[in-house]
């Protein structure tokens, strides 16, 4: 089992920025790639930024050079970077890990970033 603690949303104004966090605690030994996702009220959730335990990134259209993953395999803990934030990006955000072999996902519980023009 694996249990994630997300912190760093809030509200900002439009071109502001936000750093969140997710912690990961438990069966910490096997995780594999890690990412954020968004969810827009009356959208489905999709994928914000996906980062391997190599540290390789992948990045929504959307976010491209204005969000920034990393990871912190020592602590556990990924990061997103959010910059020139626009009112379309908010949403609450969730962050995952893949975990062992089989890539068994896992959530945080969500954090919510609203953006005001």
């Known amino acids: 089992q694996v249990q994630l603690v997300e912190s760093g949303g809030g509200l900002v104004q439009a071109g502001g920025s936000l750093r969140l966090s997710c912690a990961a605690s438990?069966?910490?030994?096997?995780?594999?790639?890690m990412g954020w996702y968004r969810q827009a009220p009356g959208k489905q959730r999709e994928l914000v930024a996906g980062?391997?335990?190599?540290?390789?990134?992948n990045y929504a259209d959307s976010v491209k050079g204005r969000f920034t993953i990393s990871r912190d395999n020592a602590k556990n803990t990924v990061y997103l970077q959010m910059n020139s934030l626009k009112p379309e990006d908010t949403a609450v955000y969730y962050c995952?890990?893949?975990?062992?072999?089989?890539?068994?996902?896992?959530w945080g519980q969500g954090t919510q970033v609203t953006v005001s023009s």
């Open positions: 995952n890990v893949d975990v062992g072999l089989l890539l068994r996902r896992y």
């Open positions: 980062i391997t335990s190599g540290g390789m990134s």
């Open positions: 438990g069966s910490t030994v096997s995780i594999n790639a």
